[in-house]
Antibody, heavy 118, light 108 residues
Framework: EVQLVESGGGLVQPGGSLRLSCAAS????????MNWVRQAPGKGLEWVSY????????YYADSVKGRFTISRDNAKNSLYLQMNSLRAEDTAVYYC???????????WGQGTLVTVSS | DIQMTQSPSSLSASVGDRVTITCQAS??????LNWYQQKPGKAPKLLIY???NLETGVPSRFSGSGSGTDFTFTISSLQPEDIATYYC??????????FGGGTKVEIK
């Protein structure tokens, strides 16, 4: 059974940092592209970042470019999102999602809440 | 960036009704369009990929159609368990991936 489990969310002050993790199981993690998607309270879905299966290709949304860093450790079946210089508008539930056929996000984690507030 | 305009933003329908949601892309995205269902407090779930292909295990009352810039998502007979917010998502021109604003479906 495919499982994605996020961790690392919490309350952080503006300007602070947080590192999210996504532990993958039930599939060959190293064969799949992965993403982070976030959802602010009461709002829609916003794509945050993409990483290829090998980690050689990375993309970011303009809203997080220069502040967030996506990475993966295929030996540990894990995906990460290092978030620096956090702002109030980064407050959201962060989901990791696997890219399946035709660019679809076929599996999602349960999400981890990041709250940026003083 | 490609903008995805989804409508309506919310709708109320009776059990058994046919429900239709539209998604319009700001430029031609061929059939690179997916649909997701999100229930309150839960992660999104993939329903339709490549505009019209039903994901494995998804009930056949869900369907999708369209290509180019105009797409339609249909629930042929609304069930109580279909109460959720539905999102379209394009993946033709990356980055960025873009989602529609969502359609909240409620029971009348």
């Amino acid at each position: 059974e495919v499982q994605l489990v996020e961790s690392g969310g919490g309350l952080v002050q503006p300007g602070g940092s947080l590192r999210l993790s996504c532990a993958a199981s039930g599939f060959t993690f190293s064969s799949y592209e992965m993403n982070w998607v976030r959802q602010a309270p009461g709002k829609g879905l916003e794509w945050v970042s993409y990483i290829s299966s090998s980690g050689s290709t990375i993309y970011y949304a303009d809203s997080v470019k220069g502040r967030f860093t996506i990475s993966r450790d295929n030996a540990k079946n894990s995906l990460y999102l290092q978030m620096n210089s956090l702002r109030a508008e980064d407050t959201a539930v962060y989901y990791c999602a696997r890219i399946g056929r035709s660019g679809s996000y076929d599996y999602w984690g349960q999400g981890t809440l990041v709250t940026v507030s003083s | 960036d490609i903008q995805m305009t989804q409508s309506p933003s919310s709708l109320s329908a009776s059990v058994g009704d046919r429900v239709t949601i539209t998604c319009q892309a700001s430029q031609d995205i061929s059939n690179y369009l997916n649909w997701y269902q999100q229930k309150p407090g839960k992660a999104p779930k993939l329903l339709i990929y490549d505009a019209s292909n039903l994901e494995t295990g998804v009930p056949s009352r869900f369907s999708g159609s369209g290509s180019g810039t105009d797409f339609t998502f249909t629930i042929s007979s609304l069930q109580p368990e279909d109460i959720a917010t539905y999102y379209c998502q394009q993946y033709d021109n990356l980055p960025p991936v873009t989602f529609g604003g969502g359609t909240k479906v409620e029971i009348k």
